[in-house]
């Protein structure tokens, strides 16, 4: 659809509006999905000049284009690629930026398999990872080596949730010449401005909220112009391409995502508050509430805060948590999230440059799209169950 005119769309109308043109296919309101790897050329020239926009199925097909289009216009970047998962994702973005006797700098909060692609398998390919502080600021200067060539950013953090100065983190980066990669799968693009915060290249998990179902895996990676070349090479001679069908479900999830995240966001704020006031609990992680340690960057950069997010409860014995989530009606276990659906899992932190103080376990909740108070009652006789058994 064309832009409205007077100035650019607010992120609600783009969710709705992007990538889609319905008057290209007979005034259907959806982009229709093509199934294709092989594509016709009318003559010979026209096979041999490749300048056909559509010639091989993993490369282009109209169904991938629509929603790349859709996120790059809502990141507000130079271009986007599509990634059959948001893993992919994250090591495709490393990929495009670090080659062999490179070095890179990653927050100690990431998600945990990047953290073991960084590892095991750049470290095969010759790329070194130092860890760094999450709440190291401008700090990180000190870090940097002559062959550093990217920063990767996740704020929240997986897991424990400490928001990032990302701002003054990338303005570090960019005077020494150094990429900054951020996973915003958390805030997705409705809730932080990847870009104007000083990313060059925006990473989401679309399985999460993009999909927004729990039916597909599907990641994003949109970059700047500066590093948009490297990386369409890059995700083109690795071969990555997704599935019209999984793309439909990212595009068709993408339009109600605005009102799913205000839903998760009013759940999560519910349960936040409800949780923090409860006795067996000894704090909650949550950018979002005032007691927060990262509140005052979260409301100076983030338009909102999502349905994730942790609790450290009292220590209390491993059977009387098991006996909390076992007896769950409503929140299921399960280790993605981003679904209607609420969760609860066990948090297993993997630190190596910071320690991440607590005394009791840390449970992750998701909180789902069901009605806050029955979700309350769920964890109100969740943790009775817990009481009990301590
Ligand atoms: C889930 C997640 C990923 C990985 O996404 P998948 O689609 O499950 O591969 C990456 N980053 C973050 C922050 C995530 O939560």
Redesign the pocket.
């Known amino acids: 659809m064309s832009k409205p005119e007077g100035g650019p769309k607010r992120p609600e109308t783009t969710v709705v509006t992007a990538g889609r043109k319905p008057f290209d296919h007979h005034g259907l309101v959806n982009p229709p999905v093509y199934h294709a790897s092989t594509m016709l050329h009318p003559t010979l020239e026209a096979l041999e000049k490749r300048d056909q926009r559509y010639t091989y199925g993993r490369r282009l097909t109209p169904t991938i284009e629509a929603l790349q289009n859709a996120i790059c216009e809502l990141e507000g970047g130079a271009g986007t690629v599509l990634c059959p ?6 090591t495709l973005a490393l990929m495009s930026v670090a080659s062999s006797g490179d070095h890179v700098l990653v927050t100690d909060s990431v ?1 945990g ?2 953290r073991t692609f960084c590892d095991k398998t750049l470290a095969r390919f010759g790329i070194s990872t130092t860890y760094f502080d999450p709440l190291i600021g401008a700090g990180i200067e000190r870090l940097f080596k002559s062959n550093t060539r990217a920063v990767f950013l ?1 704020s929240p953090g ?1 897991l424990t949730f400490e928001i990032q100065d990302v701002p003054t983190i990338a303005a570090t980066a960019h005077a020494a010449n150094i990429a900054v990669i951020l ?1 915003n ?2 805030a997705t693009p409705l809730f932080f401005d990847a870009f104007g915060h000083g990313a060059d290249i925006a ?1 989401i ?4 909220y993009v999909v927004g179902h729990s039916d597909a ?3 994003t990676v949109t970059a700047n112009d500066k590093h948009l070349k490297r990386l369409r090479d890059t995700h083109g001679n690795l071969g990555l391409t997704v599935g019209p069908d999984d793309i439909y479900l990212g595009q068709r999830g993408l339009r109600t995502m605005a009102v799913r995240l205000k839903q998760h966001e009013a759940n999560a704020k519910r349960l936040t508050e409800w949780l923090s006031a409860r006795p067996e609990v000894a704090r909650v992680l949550y950018p979002a509430l005032p007691s927060d340690p990262g509140h005052a960057i979260w409301k100076r950069d983030f338009k909102g805060a999502s349905g994730l997010f942790g609790v450290e409860l009292k220590p209390c014995p491993d059977d009387a948590v098991a006996a909390m989530l076992n007896g769950m009606q409503l929140f299921g276990m399960g280790w ?2 981003g679904g209607y659906e609420s969760l609860i899992v066990p948090a297993h932190i993997n630190r190596t440059a910071t320690k991440f103080a607590h005394q009791g376990s840390v449970i992750r909740i998701h909180a789902g799209l069901e009605n806050a108070d029955d979700l309350l009652a769920d964890l109100d006789a969740g943790l009775d169950r817990l009481k009990k058994a301590a």
């Open positions: 998962s948001g893993l992919q994702a994250c998600y398999p990047t996740e997986s996973d799968t958390w990473v998990a679309a399985t999460k895996m599907l990641g993605s999230w």
